[in-house]
């Protein structure tokens, strides 16, 4: 009993594996090339916040030290 619940457990395991195909959005961004803005935009604003964090961690330093 317990080997065909393995067996039974292990197959559904592997069932899923297959329905892991190429999705459509994958697809669509790399056909039209959006994914290339997406990455750019999320670039810009991830370098704008560190920027922001660096510049507010000098001015907090300049005030410790006063």
């Known amino acids: 009993m ?3 619940l393995n067996l039974l457990l292990l197959t559904l395991l592997s069932l ?7 999705s459509g959005t994958n ?9 290339y803005v997406v990455v750019a935009v999320l670039t ?5 916040i560190f920027i922001f964090l660096f510049s507010l961690e000098r001015r907090l ?6």
């Open 2 to 4: 317990k080997k065909f």
């Open 16 to 22: 899923t594996t297959f329905a892991q195909g190429e």
């Open 27 to 35: 697809d669509f961004f790399k056909s039209n090339l959006k994914i």
């Open 44 to 48: 810009i604003i991830l370098s704008c």
């Open 61 to 66: 330093k300049k005030l410790e030290e006063k």
